[in-house]
């Protein structure tokens, strides 16, 4: 994949993913992030693990990128994204969420599931940003690639993507 985006573009940052595809966890770490995937916590199938104390022993982290399928409810993402941000987000020096919607046409109700997501977005945007913590949902579009998807979300791990928060980005 020809990358947009400069190398070392994510040196020396720190990015959890949940449920990302290979292209946006090969992409982060192809521009210098380290990449730790969150495989177990409340909804993810491993209810003994406590997402806040993962988060620690990982610390520092600078963002958070959740990939939500159609068929999850918020509250499974928001258990997630607010463990990983009090375990390593809040006390520390801020960060990023950023939130993945299912496609047009993916599964059942992708329209509610994009549509919820933004909302948690727009409000954490708002309730976080005295912790210095951005959120921001991206909706890929039906002809969005893994891999047109995957330099966005690198893009908002970047500094330069620290001017975005509360929206989404919508993708052709």
């Known amino acids: 994949m020809a990358l947009l985006l400069r190398d070392g ?29 969150l495989t177990a916590g409340p909804g993810l199938g491993q209810e003994e693990l406590r997402v806040g104390e993962w988060a620690r022993e990982r610390a520092p982290l600078h963002a958070v990128v959740y990939r939500a399928a159609p068929a999850a409810g918020t509250d499974v993402v928001w258990a997630a994204v607010r463990e990983v941000a009090a375990g390593a987000l809040i006390p520390g020096s801020g960060g990023k969420v950023v939130l993945i919607g299912p496609p047009p046409g993916a599964g059942e109700h992708p329209d509610a599931m994009r549509a919820a997501l933004e909302s948690l977005a727009r409000t954490l945007s708002v309730e976080w940003a005295r912790f210095g913590i951005t959120a921001v949902m991206v909706a890929p579009g039906s002809r969005s690639t893994d891999e047109e998807v995957a330099q966005v979300i690198c893009y908002l791990c970047s500094a330069a993507g620290d001017y975005f928060s509360g929206c989404r980005l919508d993708m052709r």
């Not at 993913?17 to 292209?23: F, L």
């Open 9 to 37: 573009l994510l040196a020396g940052r720190s990015v959890a993913t949940v449920h990302a595809s290979p292209a946006i966890n090969g992409a982060l770490s192809g521009l210098g992030a380290r990449v730790e995937k």
